[in-house]
């Protein structure tokens, strides 16, 4: 198998983007990324998008973004997993240049959801759902979230403040990302004074929905520009698995088992156990997902996260760092664009470009995003060549 | 480069589904696919589709499909490239194979558009164009393709009657394909006399959308089952390419030049020419893309296609035989699901299982799918194995 590199990063801010358009956002990412990548020029364009159709009246991105960031005449597609499409983007990417399909492959996610609020907003992303069986009886990702909550909170016995130590990592690690939407750690207090957003789910257990986009190039390594400036991080696992769509199909709801069966390819392919990365870039969309997720990946036992969360392994100096940009909760989460970003920030943190936040020693990480609850989950090793 | 070949393909009836959801269409196409292929089980699955978001609510459809179509934990993503989109499909699927990540890669086209009617149908299929400078204005894609076909009248001096060719050969061949929306001949009488779409384009100018689902299944030759019952087809070449979203921004929009291009891609992987294909299933949403194909891929001269049409040389007995078992205009044009549509047609006269409709002797396919005025085109060549 060929091994794809990555060429190149870039990022906008995620936030609330009222003056840039879905389009302009996307040129931003891959500009960035392009000059990283030190000039390279893609043949092939694959855009992570989640709602756009919905919420911007705009399907067919991958020729208009390709035509609007001046590379008329690639290849260009959008690929959709609900809110792991950034990451079946990169996985694309990848298979494009493993393939030979493409010698240089672009990711670009990008989302833009502010330009509406409220109703519509929830409504776009109820479609993740099953529309026939969940969103039809009111199932909004929220309220799923929270049934999951309340489930794992009575099966485990685990006090509901416990949650809160995966937000104050966020915000903790958000607070050194210029890029990140919430730049403030919080306290314990802060989360247990915080508002219901779906009982037992408070404000701070929910990830925001945002605008952003990010990119990724990849290639082959002997294609790279002569003078390369950055430590070379390669793909070194990838894997891509579906659960049931709906919660209720499943033998145990609290068991995220696309999650665990992706994990397992990807670290097989990139022959490691999970113990052996240096930091889990994890899908925070709920606390209770990032709880779930550890369970999955074998950091902690079936109902035991909660427990982990509270001794500092998971903070950026503790042996198993999470969310080390921010996580979706403190950096944003701008949908379909989130899996690239997850992606990007991994990558600044393998060749210790992450600043305030850097992981020290950082030589591999893994990286996984889910669309629902882990009813599309998937998941990338990185890997930093040795200098 | 691995060989990527085509172990099995399934279709539904292409019309109006009142009594089954997209899923079960998804489903009844997959299982007729895996059938056909002696019991092959993929690791991933890649859905073509459009407009489920918009018009059935349903996103995420990959996690969907894959569960409610016994294939619980396989990969599964959605892939959109408006009305290429099942060709993008297929694509993928083409390079998840040829990457060695899936062994066994399932590709199904999909769409259900007959549960809305009227502005709703119309307003999604918009969202393919340029939503801020096209939609926004009430260019629709059936008033696009009349602007298309009006300037091509003005400015090849052609008889508006000319395109009536298109339909008429669609509609004889439609007539002999069992899963065909219209199954009846029609005479030059019939087309001249056809109401006004969006004038020049009439009634049998414009495909009918509808419902749909067609499945491919891929793998590499030894991997087939021992006693495969069928004449092997391969992929011979894959490409895909974009050009400007918006007509308005091309030099000349009587080119579709991402078509030109696409074919070259596609023929150079495949070491031949346009001429050394036995057929060309040709995206025929509107006469006028028909017409422009042909000029795109080097059938035609430009302004000169609606002379071939005349001669006999496209029908099935003919040097050229296009929409051989009766293209978007009588099949039906179900979205998502056309491009895979085609395949699976290409693939039935390969094998020589077209019926009344074979082409005799054919060993070799072209199969070429639009997103919007060939703002996208993917085409594909498929070639059989000498017996």
């Known amino acids: 198998m060929t091994d794809v590199v990555i060429a190149g990063i870039g990022q906008t801010e995620v936030g609330e983007h009222w003056d840039v358009s879905l389009r302009e956002l996307a040129f931003y990412a891959i500009e960035a990324a392009m000059a990283d990548a030190g000039g390279l020029r893609p043949q092939a364009l694959f855009v992570g998008n989640m709602v756009s159709p919905l919420l911007s009246n705009q399907a067919h ?3 208009l973004i390709a035509d609007f960031a001046g590379l008329n005449g690639i290849e260009a597609l959008t690929l959709e997993a609900a809110g792991a499409s950034g990451g079946v983007a990169l996985r694309v990417g990848y298979m494009a240049v493993a393939s030979g399909q493409a010698d240089v492959a672009l990711v670009v ?3 833009k959801i502010s330009d509406q609020v409220g109703t519509p907003v929830e409504a776009a992303l109820a479609t993740s759902g099953d529309s026939d069986y969940e969103a039809v009886q009111g199932i909004t990702p929220n309220a799923q979230a929270a049934l999951l909550m309340r489930r ?3 099966e485990f016995d685990a006090p509901r403040e416990a ?7 966020a915000h903790a690690n958000g607070a050194g990302n210029p890029k990140a939407m919430f730049r403030k750690a919080i306290n314990a207090d802060t989360y247990n004074k915080a508002g219901m ?3 037992p789910l408070n404000m701070f257990d929910v990830a925001p929905v945002a605008d952003g986009a990010a990119a990724i190039l990849l290639t082959r390594a002997e294609l790279l520009p002569p003078g390369f400036p950055h430590p070379l991080v390669r793909i070194a696992g990838s894997s891509m698995v579906t659960d049931t769509l709906s919660l209720h199909d499943r033998p145990d709801p609290l ?3 696309a999650a665990r069966l992706s994990v397992e390819k990807a670290c097989q392919q990139a022959r490691i156990t999970p113990a052996q990365v240096d930091l889990f870039e994890l899908y925070d969309a709920y ?3 990032a709880a779930l997720s550890l369970e999955a990946a074998g950091f902690a036992a079936r109902g035991q996260a909660w427990k982990l969360v509270q001794n500092g392994q998971l903070a950026l100096g503790g042996s198993m760092p999470i969310l080390t940009m921010g996580g979706l909760k403190a950096r944003g989460n701008p949908g379909g664009a989130t899996g690239v970003y997850q992606a990007v920030e991994a990558v600044l943190q393998l060749r210790g470009q992450a600043g305030k936040n850097q992981v020290v020693g950082a030589r591999r990480a893994m990286v996984q995003s889910l669309g629902g609850p882990a009813s599309s989950a998937v998941t990338h090793i ?3 060549n040795p200098a």
């Open 382 to 384: 990185l890997e930093v």
């Open 61 to 63: 991105l991958g020729a």
């Open 287 to 289: 606390s209770i997902y």
């Open 152 to 154: 794992y909170l009575h």
């Open 197 to 199: 957003v779906s009982d």
């Open 109 to 111: 996610g990008v989302e």
């Open 163 to 169: 949650f809160g130590g995966f937000p104050l990592i």
């Open 255 to 257: 068991v995220f088992h």
